[in-house]
Structures are given as C-alpha cells and as structure tokens.
C-alpha cells in the first residue's frame, strides 16, 4: 500500500513546528532526521521506503503486503509528526504490487 501524510496540515505544522518557528531549512533537517530513525527502528520488513517531498510538503510510506503482524503506517506517522491520531492527516495513495528496489 501507498499511503500519504500531508505536512501542509495546520494541526501538523503546528506540533512539528511549534509556536516559535524556525527557519524552513532547520524544519526539514528535523523532519528528515525523523524519517531516518523511523526507517531505523522499523524491524517490518514491509515497510519499502519513505519518500520525503517538499514541493508538495508530504511524505510518502511505500508497505508491501505481509502475512505476519507489521507496522501499520499510523504507526510510523504518529512517530514522523507526533499526532496521536494522524489518520485525517493521511491518505491512501495506491496499491503496491511488488517490492521497491
């Protein structure tokens, strides 16, 4: 499954950005450094990549299907955005037929 997390999001601007803003390059390092330790700490082998785009301020999670228990990708929004419940923030994307290489 594709699924998406829209940054543009009031609600997720304010909880990444905070009431004081910094500048829009530090944002992004720190969403960044975020997505890299989610992409870390995931031992799903489901989870096929995590696409950061800032023209569009979304992040896209590529998960393959899997027959045993794996993450389920509210999982890793709430750990990306720090939202308890991300899932008006989100959409499914598309279906993902095959691994990523």
């Known amino acids: 499954m594709v699924y998406s997390i829209d940054l543009g999001n009031q609600k997720v601007s304010d909880v990444l ?3 004081k803003r910094k500048n829009v390059a530090e944002d992004w390092k720190n969403i960044q450094k975020k997505v890299e330790a989610v992409l870390k ?4 082998d489901a989870l096929q990549k995590i ?3 800032r023209k569009v301020k979304k ?23 720090g939202l308890k419940n991300p899932a008006f923030i989100m959409a499914r994307e598309g279906v993902l037929f095959k691994s990523i290489d």
């Open 59 to 81: 992040i896209t999670l590529y998960l393959s299907y899997s027959s045993q228990k794996s993450v389920r990708p509210q999982d890793i929004a709430v750990n990306i955005t």
């Open 17 to 19: 950005h905070g009431e």
């Open 51 to 53: 696409y950061l785009d």
């Open 41 to 44: 700490e995931t031992e799903s």
